[in-house]
C-alpha cells in the first residue's frame, strides 16, 4: 500500500513565522502535489511537482512556495504565515498520467494566531 | 471558475434510503475519478471511469460516465451509517493543463 506521510497532523503557529510542512511518500512517486481544503471550497492545488527539482504553481501559489530536493520528499513553505492561511493542507502523490489516482497522507490542519 | 460542478452540496440520508450525487463539467472529460473522504480523514480513491456510458460497482455504489463523457454520477443504494463522509469527483481538464481538478464535494450526511 502507498504510504503518504505528512510531519505533523496539527499545528499552530504564529503570524509572520516561516512554516514547514513536509510531505514524505513511500512508492517512488515522480509527482506529488499539495492542497488545501476549506469548507464549501473543496480541494483546491497549491503546488505541484512532475519529479525532483521541479515545480509548477497551481491554483491558490500566493503566499507560499515548496521544495522537492529528493523524489520522496515535497515540502510546502509558507514564507510568512498570515491568518488567512489557517486550514487543511493535504500532500497527494502518485505516478504519471492523468489517469492514475492520487494518494493522499492524513493532513495538517495548521492554525495561524 | 470552478470547471468540475458537484451537485448536492450536502446530502441529508434516512439510513436505508437511496441517493445520487452528480458531477458536471462543461468539457469533454478522457476520465473521472471518485474518492471518498471520512470525517476526519484524508480522500481515498474509490474508482476511475473511462470509457463513455461506462458503468461500474462496488458493493452499494454504482458509479456512471455520461455517454458525452461530460458529467458522472454515483448512486449509493440502502445508505448506511457508514456512508457517511464527503465524496468528490475529479478529473484532468485540459485547459488547466491536464491537472487533476476536484468538484467541490458532496457532504453525506445520514439520519438513522
Known amino acids: 500500500d502507498v504510504k503518504v506521510t505528512q510531519s505533523s497532523r496539527y499545528l499552530v503557529k504564529r503570524t509572520g513565522e516561516k512554516v514547514f510542512l513536509e510531505c514524505v511518500q513511500d512508492?517512488?512517486?515522480?509527482?506529488m502535489f499539495w492542497y488545501r481544503q476549506d469548507p464549501g471550497l473543496g480541494l483546491r492545488l497549491i503546488y505541484f511537482?512532475?519529479?525532483?527539482?521541479?515545480?509548477e504553481k497551481g491554483d491558490i501559489p500566493e503566499g507560499y512556495s515548496v521544495s522537492r530536493e529528493k523524489k520522496e520528499r515535497f515540502s510546502l513553505i509558507l514564507e510568512s504565515a498570515s491568518t488567512n492561511q489557517t486550514s487543511m493542507y493535504l500532500c497527494?502523490?502518485?505516478?504519471?498520467?492523468?489517469?492514475?489516482?492520487?494518494?493522499f497522507g492524513d493532513g495538517t490542519r495548521l492554525s495561524i494566531l | 471558475g470552478q470547471q468540475v460542478m458537484q451537485i448536492p452540496q450536502y446530502q441529508h440520508v434516512q439510513e436505508g434510503e437511496d441517493f445520487t450525487t452528480y458531477c458536471n463539467s462543461s468539457?469533454?472529460?478522457?476520465?473521472i475519478q471518485w474518492y471518498k473522504q471520512r470525517p476526519g480523514g484524508h480522500p481515498v480513491f474509490l474508482i476511475q471511469?473511462?470509457?463513455?456510458?461506462e458503468v461500474k460497482k462496488q458493493k452499494r455504489l454504482t458509479f456512471q460516465f455520461g455517454e458525452a463523457k461530460k458529467n458522472s454520477s454515483l448512486h449509493i443504494t440502502a445508505t448506511q451509517t457508514t456512508d457517511v463522509g464527503t465524496y468528490f469527483c475529479?478529473?484532468?481538464?485540459?485547459?488547466?493543463?491536464?491537472?487533476?481538478?476536484f468538484g467541490g464535494g458532496t457532504r453525506v450526511l445520514v439520519k438513522p
Open positions: 471511469l473511462v470509457k463513455s456510458g
Open positions: 512508492m517512488d512517486h515522480e509527482n
Open positions: 511537482s512532475y519529479d525532483v527539482k521541479m515545480k
Open positions: 468539457t469533454t472529460l478522457s476520465n
Open positions: 475529479a478529473a484532468p481538464i485540459k485547459a488547466a493543463g491536464n491537472k487533476l481538478t
Open positions: 497527494a502523490s502518485r505516478t504519471p498520467g492523468g489517469n492514475q489516482p492520487q494518494h
